[in-house]
């Protein structure tokens, strides 16, 4: 297959059989040998070598490439989510290394084709990448590279404003609003003698205006409800050229593309992991290759005390769900039981484990991976614990040890990736054409340098003002930029309570 030297070609038969005895469903996977700088080249490009072309894919490329040539990092795999699934082996790893790269690729594989994250990706999307490439190297013969390269900066940086879950929801066919119930605003009477009593006709007129100014604000609000994917609420609203649409657009795409995977990091290589683990262990090495084996798939492993490794986590939490569902530690029976003794010896041998994990596969993101399936036991086992710096003895040591805080931390920063949730809340602020975006605060205040440059870049699509409501040193604030001048203003009693032309302004910068 590909460029395969006969001895990679004959593993790579032998290891696909033995990933489909098992019970992985892959793609068809297409194997490409290549040299360590054009790994370097496919891995700045997000594993996709017919890319548009922009100045970041050569900074990646730089930082990987000197990275590699210090000694500081290599790269063992790389696979694409495609079908057929491409992946790449380096020329000069070891035939143990290409073993388990191959194992390890099937395993991603798998989990690409049956995960159900991923079943809304393009497929055929190399071929999309391409497409991508061509057009805008279109634009950029056309337009020049400076002004074509300008608009790519400012649509990546504000590529992750868009709304992970959409492609999961149906969308409703919009229906015509009901008109109000005459009295939906009169309280309620159960004798007509009391109702001229309960209500008057100066209250009945004055709820009556009430809910006619609510109809009418609430059919000029634009948009209707609150719009979190806003690069596609600027596609079809921002005053901009067709061109810059259609790289808009581009930008977008790849987003929803690349976007499953930061959603199951932890998943997907813990899958991967168990099952390279696996395969190698029991049915691939040979006696001679399994210390070499050990030794890389240790270092793979290495979690620091204070850092995060999703191919750890994922891969012990993968045997955990394994062990516990084979000697039957779910439900509610096991839940109740309070006696240690009884807990630690409980083995009902059900062997549900292997049918479990691939259920999990099936159906769970690394969010509802971790608010499922970690336990208190889970992370005593593995010191999973929150740690915070000590300046005095200059280490990290363990801050707290409750369970409770240490899920909220994981799952705090695998919501969203860990960055804020904005949304477009109105695109005719304050009756001007101005943008107000909406902060989901969540007990963290955004970077104050990020926010500013996120506004300005916003400015350049919508080309008017732009403002973000959000807390800020536990006090609502509105930020607004104009193009000329960054300003902040106070709200009353959160954002949207007052405007910011009635608020009184606490900073004002220059652009």
Known sequence: MANLTPELEAERKRICQIAKEAGLDCFETIFELISYDQINQFAAYGGFPVRYPHWKFGMEYEHLSKSYEYGLSKIYEMVINTDPCYAYLMEGNAMMDQKLVMAHVYGHCDFFKNNIWFSKTNRKMMDQMANHATRIRRYMDRYGIDVVENFIDVCLS????????????????TKSPEPPKENNYLLRVDRDYMR???NPPAFV???????????????QR???????????FLIHHAPLADWQVDVLTIIRDEAYYFSPQGMTKTMNEGWASYWHSKLMTTKILDDSEIIDFADHHAG???MAPN?????KVGIELMRNIEERWNKGQFGREWDECDDVRERKHWDKKLNLGREKIFEVRKVCNDVTFIDQFLT???CVKNKMFVYKFNKKTQKFEVDTQNFKAIKAQLLFHMTNFGQPIIRIEDANFENRGELLLTHLHEGIDMQPDFMSETLKNVFKLWKRPVNIATVMDESPQLFRFDGKEYTQHKLGEGPGASSGSNSSNQESTGS
């Open 222 to 232: 634009f948009p209707a409800e609150p719009e979190k994917d806003i690069l596609k």
């Open 376 to 378: 208190e036991e889970f």
């Open 196 to 198: 001229d009593y309960i």
């Open 158 to 173: 504000v590529e992750n404003l868009i709304d992970r879950y959409s492609p999961f929801v149906e969308k409703s066919v």
């Open 205 to 219: 007129a004055e709820q009556k205006k009430r809910a006619e100014d609510e109809a009418l604000q609430r059919a």
């Open 300 to 302: 793979t492993m290495a």
């Open 307 to 311: 850092g995060y490794n999703p191919y």
